[in-house]
């Protein structure tokens, strides 16, 4: 396991904009400020692109949902649907593969994600420094992403197991709990039951404080202590809920929680421990820069429970195919992941200290007989979330981008997340700050 530094178990209170931390660990007094919340952001990018009819009808704050976007429909006013912008990549190279690494990385050999995480460490380092999160492989000609982020052309691996992505942020939060101990040496099932719940870490102090903090503060703390014990029930449970599902699909031993890795058709059983993960991390200062890649820029995994055999091969058909409608299915799935992300977020309080985004890494997910150019970089998903600490306070719109790159709207991401970056990636592919974001 990677190491990570450690810290005050109650910088979970920080995290939730509660008062009563000082840097040293130490309490404040009952009569203490609320302490300002950092800055965070998360970032979700689905494969083989989005069917081209994606967009909204309408303009500005008066729009219409298409089906491929029905699952934003509960937090169709909290967010900001940027059209007509183009997801710009290397033309010289596969499709797949530009996109791979120009998506998160817009023409740059550090992805943007990676860039918030450098500003963190530099202004105030969190015990884990990213957490990047995967489900399903990438194949062909997109090569092998093990996740969205890269640093200096060299990608960081992505943890494929919920249970592993916890124990990265539980060890940070209580050092020496032996659910964070490398399971290497150990069966699933020994490891699991010698693990010692996080919860037990946290309930001294977090018991001392609820008696000193208002009613919000109190609420906010309680729903994160909640959240916490389902997500370990959960996660406890995983080894049966995959031997259930296993042994009847592969016909073999059951994988076990330690050795299982997501695979696309997984996404229902572990997807939303992954938003819980992250937005836990998010609420108790465990990390301020989080990402998760559902299948990666070329992938052709089954989905299963769309009914897609091959998903990149379903996605180059006729856009009129039946193949294609499960996939404006799909989409809208990842729209309702990602609205359930952001209730997350304002359960805990730091919907308005984040910012979102959800993006597909392909543009149009058709090939050129049905499209302008192979997977066509012109009017690409890109949907963000989130206050950014007071910098979007217009939401619920339709932005117009008439093919900007989307290297501008990194621009205003980062300078939601309080970083000084008047440019992002290759610097000839930014024109400025897109209209009407702000």
């Not at 010289?92 to 740059?108: F, M, R, Y």
Request: proline share 5%; with cysteine; hydrophobic share 40%.
């Amino acid at each position: 396991m990677a190491k990570t530094t450690t810290f005050s178990r109650r910088s979970i209170l920080r995290g939730l904009g509660a008062g009563g931390v000082l840097a040293s660990g130490l309490w404040k007094t009952a009569s203490a400020q609320p302490t300002a919340q950092p800055s965070k952001a998360a970032f979700f990018y689905f494969a083989n692109g989005t069917h081209p009819d994606w967009a909204p009808q309408g303009s500005g704050t008066t729009f219409t949902l298409t089906p491929h976007l029905q699952g934003l429909a509960p937090v169709k006013s909290d967010v900001i649907v940027f059209r007509k912008l183009m997801a710009q990549r290397n033309m010289k190279i596969n499709p797949h593969k530009g996109a791979t690494l120009d998506l998160s990385g817009p023409g740059d050999e550090t992805t943007f994600d990676q860039h918030l995480a450098a500003h963190v460490r530099a202004t105030g380092a969190t015990p884990v420094a990213s957490l990047e999160l995967a489900a399903g492989r990438t194949t062909g000609g997109g090569g092998v992403a093990p996740s969205l982020s890269r640093v200096k052309n060299q990608f960081l691996p992505g943890i494929r197991n919920p249970l592993f992505a916890y124990q990265r942020i539980a060890g940070s939060v209580s050092p020496g709990n032996p659910m964070t101990q490398d399971p290497s040496g150990m069966s699933a099932e020994k490891a699991l039951a010698a693990r010692r719940s996080l919860l037990d870490f946290l309930k001294e102090d977090v018991g001392l404080l609820r008696v000193r903090v208002g009613s919000s503060e109190r609420q906010r703390i309680d729903a994160y202590l909640d959240s916490l014990r389902d997500l370990e029930g959960k996660l406890g449970g995983l080894s049966g809920e995959i031997k259930q599902t296993m042994a009847c699909k592969l016909g073999t031993a059951p994988a076990t929680a330690m050795s299982f890795e997501a695979r696309v058709s997984d996404l229902p059983m572990i997807n939303r421990m992954y938003l819980d993960i992250i937005a836990l991390a998010f609420a108790c200062g465990a990390t301020r820069v989080a990402s998760i890649m559902w299948g990666g820029g070329e992938c052709n995994e089954p989905v299963g429970f769309m009914g897609v055999g091959g998903w990149h091969s379903t996605s180059h058909q006729n856009p009129k195919s039946g193949g294609q409608a499960k996939l404006i299915k799909l989409q809208s799935y990842f729209c309702e992941e990602y609205a359930y992300f952001l209730e997350k977020l304002k359960m805990y309080g730091i919907f308005d200290s984040t910012v979102a985004l959800l993006a597909t890494q392909n543009g149009n997910s058709t090939e050129s007989g049905f499209s302008v150019e192979n997977h066509d970089r012109h009017n690409a998903l890109f949907i963000l979330s989130g206050g950014g600490n007071g910098y979007f306070q217009s939401r619920g719109k339709v932005v117009d981008c008439n093919d900007r790159n989307h290297n501008d709207l990194y621009v205003h991401m980062a300078k939601a997340f309080g970083a000084n970056m008047p440019t992002v990636g290759q610097a000839s592919w930014n024109r400025g700050p897109l209209p009407g974001v702000v």
